[in-house]
């Protein structure tokens, strides 16, 4: 095996990886990606000791060249981007399904016709459908506008938790928890596992769907406005959208990047797979999983050149606002390197929005960490030391707890927009629909902690915070005595999340659900 201009100096410390083990990876280098996967403002000179491990200097970007084929980036994970657009485009189709059905653009005569629409994006046909152009947009354009153009053959039904079994922490047909009332499955579906409780949302869905095409009006007792509720949101006061879409960020995206391509249990697979080449590819097989751990948690190439607030598309500069960058300067946006999405964006948010007096940093300690462990797997041979196993894992853990933490942290947002809500009633601010998209968006990434095989929250944790939040909010029709109880039970969710994951208090907010996130 060619070793591309590398080297290791052993240190008392570990060991240090200088910036020559990948051309692309130095300060100034031109690389045959127009400066993307260049140095992009030099190394990460910052090479320190985090207490355990190596020090390491890595790129300032998540860059890498290939040590078989020089000049050729050995970074790729567009698979995992195709299916960040599919989670997106899925969310966009659900929540403009009304929309769509009022404008007579979508007039479903079934439940089927309903089901099989969600289905393009859950059960993916890229045989027949990759050259269909998907809705994600950008601007500037961006550079991919077919499913094909991103990655061929991509879906997200084979990645959901319990689909893909080869690296399942636990049985998913039995072990799945966090949703007990059946309520929700009354058109279908089930709650036992993260599959069927997607296909009971979709039944639901479908219900209302041909419900309102079919001219039914449906008023929730609790909506003050009176106005017929769109088809993803129930009288219960759950948002289909949110739930959809933070079922799949915890049992696709989370589930695969920390219990398959960046866990270390299984021989072959995630940390323990071979750092031998990957067939004809100018990456090895141990690059490519982490690469692809890198993909779902959803980070730009250049994340670091973003601040927390563009990280978060909540603003900054222009050409950074909307949490993505044309940094290569061809006029268009490649989806596959210069956007962020999902989790990426989710830390980003709670970074902007935390505390002066307790600032965090999800969003760089995960993306230092992604880097440091790209770099002690781009410096080794065909099979790593057990010290450098050791300090991948090191790096692994970094990553993973600072995705679960910013997931953690953005539940607590969530909490106290609930609070908020609930602290509303009775007056004009009340807001239904706002209300049930907060709490289907706590209840959706709470459901998502139990998919990392290393969660701090443990199981009897985890099953006293669902047994806290329920399955559906608490609404203006409640008695005053059951409207107090679920606050109570609100604070003491989020003094649970506090202490499981270390949270500030000032991050935590008050007890009516201002401050804090």
Known sequence: MQLHRRFVMVLTAGFFIGCAFALGACAGDDTPDGGLDGGGGGTDLG?????????????????????????????????????????????????GLSGRIDAGTFTPGSEAEVLAALDYYYRFDGASNGDDRFVYATTPPALQSTWNDVSANKQLRDKLAGNDTSTDHVDWSTSFRGWSDPAIAAHGGATTSPERLLAAFFATLATQAVDQANGMERIAAADPSGAP?????????????????????????????????????????????????????????????WDEGFGYWGGARDFGEYTAEERGAEGGRAAYASGYHDTDGDGRIDLTREANFGAAVYAGKRDHGSAASARTDFSGEAFDAFKRGRAIIAAAGETLTDAEL???????????????????????????????????????????????????????????FQFNPRSPLDDAGFAELHTLLGDAPVLVTATPAERDAYRAKLLEARALLGTAYGFDAANLGADDGTGGW
């Not at 090479?47 to 890498?64: H, I, K």
């Not at 927009?417 to 049930?436: C, I, K, N, S």
């Open 390 to 448: 050791a300090a991948l894992s090191v790096e692994r853990d970094r990553v993973v707890g600072a995705w679960e933490r910013a997931l953690a942290a953005s539940a607590v947002h969530y909490l106290n927009e609930v609070l908020v809500d609930m602290g509303r009633f009775d007056t004009p601010e009340y807001v239904f629909a706002d209300h049930a998209e907060h709490w289907s968006e706590l209840k959706g990434l709470a459901l998502g």
């Open 229 to 289: 509720l769109p088809a993803h949101l129930t009288e219960s006061g759950l948002d289909l959208e949110e739930l959809v879409q933070k079922l799949l960020l915890g049992a696709v995206s989370f589930s695969q990047g920390t219990d398959d391509y960046l866990d270390s249990d299984v021989a072959g697979k995630g940390l323990l797979s071979p750092n031998t080449r990957d067939g004809d590819k100018p990456w090895t097989v141990l690059e490519h999983q």
């Open 47 to 95: 090479a320190r000791d985090m207490g355990t491990g190596p020090m390491v200097e890595v790129p300032a970007r998540y860059a890498y060249e290939s040590r078989f084929v020089p000049g050729q980036s050995s970074v790729d994970y567009a698979g995992q981007t195709a299916r960040q657009v599919l989670m997106a485009d899925l969310g966009a189709f659900v929540g």
